[in-house]
Nanobody, 126 residues
Framework: QVQLVESGGGLVQAGDSLRLSCVTS????????TGWFRQGPGKEREFVAA????????NYADAVQGRFTISRDNAKNTVYLQMNSLKPEDTAVYYC???????????????????WGQGTQVTVSS
């Protein structure tokens, strides 16, 4: 089994920054993709960013491109989401997820991921 634990959420003002962390433990895979998703009030869960196991492939949703950066530290089994210039519309519960295997364009869908964390709340006030 795989466990993912997110942290780093909070209440901030528009224009501020936050860094989310996702620590993975348990079963390991030779190749895998870690994604960040978010779900706002009354909305469906949506893709934010993804990174492959080596960090050599990243992908971002248009809504966060240029403001958010995904990275990983494999020595710490941790994936980060640096969020800058936050907007009220970024308010959501943020989840990290893991999919064993190599990166593909299909991995913008939450249905493709096998393991999920419990989420961390990010609230951006105007």
């Amino acid at each position: 089994q795989v466990q993912l634990v997110e942290s780093g959420g909070g209440l901030v003002q528009a224009g501020d920054s936050l860094r989310l962390s996702c620590v993975t433990s348990g079963r390991t895979f030779s190749t895998y993709v870690t994604g960040w998703f978010r779900q706002g009030p009354g909305k469906e869960r949506e893709f934010v960013a993804a990174i492959n196991w080596s960090g050599g492939v990243t992908n971002y949703a248009d809504a966060v491109q240029g403001r958010f950066t995904i990275s990983r530290d494999n020595a710490k089994n941790t994936v980060y989401l640096q969020m800058n210039s936050l907007k009220p519309e970024d308010t959501a519960v943020y989840y990290c997820a893991l999919k064993p295997g190599t990166y593909s364009a299909y991995l913008i869908s939450p249905l493709r991921y096998d393991y999920w964390g419990q989420g961390t709340q990010v609230t951006v006030s105007s």
